[in-house]
Nanobody
Framework: VQLQASGGGLVQAGGSLRLSCAASGSIFSSAPMAWYRQVQGKQRELVAFITGEGSANVADSVMGRFTISRDYAKNTVFLQMSSLKPDDTAVYYC??????????WGKGTLVTVSS
């Protein structure tokens, strides 16, 4: 059982990237999932969240620029990032929490936005 994040990279300010988080195991199909990000030396912050039913929310700092979605058939959660800013540079982590309370974290994927 694991979460595999991918899609990070280097992009110029104003550009777009799409992150993917593939979950192995059907137990994730109805689990709330989220994307967090962390800059070295700072606390990890919640970027976007999606419920098992597909209700989505994003942080104020990325509202209007980032969208979270999920593909139930592929057991994958996406983070579409547009109009990227240098401040969005961070390691992005996907997260899931099961009804039992058990939490899972994927390995981070680095997003670097150049000015």
């Amino acid at each position: 059982v694991q979460l595999q994040a991918s899609g990070g990279g280097l992009v110029q300010a104003g550009g777009s990237l799409r992150l993917s988080c593939a979950a192995s195991g059907s137990i994730f199909s109805s689990a709330p999932m989220a994307w967090y990000r962390q800059v070295q030396g700072k606390q990890r912050e919640l970027v976007a969240f999606i419920t098992g039913e597909g209700s989505a929310n994003v942080a104020d700092s990325v509202m209007g620029r980032f969208t979270i979605s999920r593909d139930y058939a592929k057991n994958t959660v996406f983070l579409q990032m547009s109009s990227l800013k240098p401040d969005d540079t961070a390691v992005y982590y996907c997260h899931a929490i099961l009804s039992s309370g058990k939490e899972y974290w994927g390995k981070g994927t680095l997003v670097t936005v150049s000015s």
